[in-house]
Protein backbone atom coordinates (compact mmCIF):
# COMPACT_ATOMS: atom_id res chain seq x y z
CA UNK A 1 0.00 0.00 0.00
CA UNK A 2 1.35 3.23 -0.72
CA UNK A 3 -0.20 6.73 -0.64
CA UNK A 4 1.72 9.68 -1.95
CA UNK A 5 0.34 13.15 -0.78
CA UNK A 6 0.95 16.34 -2.95
CA UNK A 7 -0.01 19.72 -3.36
CA UNK A 8 0.73 21.46 -0.35
CA UNK A 9 2.83 24.96 -0.07
CA UNK A 10 2.83 28.85 1.00
CA UNK A 11 -0.16 30.58 0.64
CA UNK A 12 -1.21 33.79 1.87
CA UNK A 13 -4.32 33.92 4.11
CA UNK A 14 -7.57 33.76 2.58
CA UNK A 15 -5.94 31.46 -0.68
CA UNK A 16 -6.50 28.58 -1.84
CA UNK A 17 -4.76 24.94 -2.48
CA UNK A 18 -5.55 21.38 -3.33
CA UNK A 19 -4.06 18.40 -2.14
CA UNK A 20 -4.18 15.61 -3.99
CA UNK A 21 -3.15 11.77 -2.47
CA UNK A 22 -2.43 8.82 -4.72
CA UNK A 23 -3.13 5.43 -3.92
CA UNK A 24 -1.44 2.11 -5.19
CA UNK A 25 -1.46 -1.14 -3.99
CA UNK A 26 -5.03 -2.57 -3.11
CA UNK A 27 -8.45 -1.46 -3.83
CA UNK A 28 -8.65 2.12 -3.96
CA UNK A 29 -12.53 2.08 -3.97
CA UNK A 30 -12.93 -0.39 -1.48
CA UNK A 31 -11.86 1.70 1.38
CA UNK A 32 -12.81 4.95 3.03
CA UNK A 33 -10.13 7.85 2.50
CA UNK A 34 -9.05 10.84 4.51
CA UNK A 35 -7.02 13.60 5.10
CA UNK A 36 -5.99 14.36 9.13
CA UNK A 37 -3.16 17.36 9.89
CA UNK A 38 -0.86 18.00 12.56
CA UNK A 39 0.68 20.81 13.56
CA UNK A 40 3.81 21.73 15.14
CA UNK A 41 3.57 20.77 18.70
CA UNK A 42 0.40 19.28 18.34
CA UNK A 43 -1.45 16.37 18.15
CA UNK A 44 -2.63 14.46 14.58
CA UNK A 45 -6.28 15.65 14.38
CA UNK A 46 -8.67 14.53 11.71
CA UNK A 47 -10.13 17.00 8.94
CA UNK A 48 -12.37 15.28 6.44
CA UNK A 49 -13.00 11.75 5.70
CA UNK A 50 -15.10 10.34 1.79
CA UNK A 51 -16.86 7.17 2.02
CA UNK A 52 -16.10 4.39 -1.01
CA UNK A 53 -18.46 6.01 -3.38
CA UNK A 54 -17.69 9.52 -3.08
CA UNK A 55 -21.92 9.67 -1.72
CA UNK A 56 -20.29 10.52 2.29
CA UNK A 57 -18.45 13.07 3.51
CA UNK A 58 -17.29 14.14 6.84
CA UNK A 59 -15.43 17.45 7.91
CA UNK A 60 -14.20 18.56 11.73
CA UNK A 61 -15.81 21.70 12.51
CA UNK A 62 -12.91 23.83 12.07
CA UNK A 63 -12.93 23.04 8.37
CA UNK A 64 -16.71 22.71 7.29
CA UNK A 65 -17.44 25.28 4.65
CA UNK A 66 -13.74 25.88 3.53
CA UNK A 67 -12.33 22.54 2.80
CA UNK A 68 -13.86 20.04 0.11
CA UNK A 69 -12.55 16.08 0.32
CA UNK A 70 -13.71 14.48 -2.96
CA UNK A 71 -12.01 11.09 -5.02
CA UNK A 72 -11.66 9.42 -8.40
CA UNK A 73 -11.73 5.96 -8.20
CA UNK A 74 -10.97 5.80 -11.58
CA UNK A 75 -7.35 7.61 -10.56
CA UNK A 76 -7.07 5.85 -7.37
CA UNK A 77 -6.49 9.21 -5.91
CA UNK A 78 -8.23 11.22 -2.87
CA UNK A 79 -8.33 15.39 -2.89
CA UNK A 80 -8.70 17.86 -0.62
CA UNK A 81 -9.77 21.52 -2.12
CA UNK A 82 -8.84 24.24 0.77
CA UNK A 83 -10.59 27.82 0.70
CA UNK A 84 -10.63 30.74 2.75
CA UNK A 85 -7.46 29.46 4.41
CA UNK A 86 -6.64 30.60 7.68
CA UNK A 87 -3.08 30.70 9.17
CA UNK A 88 -4.27 27.88 12.05
CA UNK A 89 -4.90 25.81 8.95
CA UNK A 90 -0.83 25.73 9.11
CA UNK A 91 -0.08 22.13 9.32
CA UNK A 92 1.91 18.76 7.71
CA UNK A 93 -1.40 16.98 5.85
CA UNK A 94 -1.63 13.13 5.57
CA UNK A 95 -4.14 11.25 3.70
CA UNK A 96 -4.97 7.85 4.95
CA UNK A 97 -7.22 4.87 3.88
CA UNK A 98 -9.05 3.22 6.57
CA UNK A 99 -12.51 2.92 7.95
CA UNK A 100 -15.04 5.09 9.31
CA UNK A 101 -17.87 5.36 12.22
CA UNK A 102 -19.77 8.01 13.92
CA UNK A 103 -19.04 6.56 17.24
CA UNK A 104 -14.71 6.67 16.72
CA UNK A 105 -14.55 8.81 13.71
CA UNK A 106 -11.70 7.89 10.52
CA UNK A 107 -9.69 5.45 11.89
CA UNK A 108 -6.86 4.90 9.28
CA UNK A 109 -4.39 1.84 8.87
CA UNK A 110 -2.14 3.74 5.81
CA UNK A 111 -0.62 6.67 6.20
CA UNK A 112 0.89 9.05 3.40
CA UNK A 113 4.19 10.67 4.05
CA UNK A 114 2.35 13.86 4.59
CA UNK A 115 2.72 17.40 2.65
CA UNK A 116 2.93 20.69 4.51
CA UNK A 117 0.50 23.44 4.08
CA UNK A 118 1.95 26.71 5.64
CA UNK A 119 -0.21 30.06 5.62
CA UNK A 120 1.01 33.37 5.77
CA UNK A 121 -1.10 35.66 8.40
Known amino acids: VQLQASGGGLVQTGGSLRLSCAAS????????MGWFRQAPGKEREFVAAIGRSGGSTYYADSVKGRFTISRDNAKNTVYLQMNSLKHEDTAVYYC???????????????WGKGTQVTVSS
Open 96 to 110: TRGTYSDSFGLRGDY
Open 25 to 32: GYFFSGYV
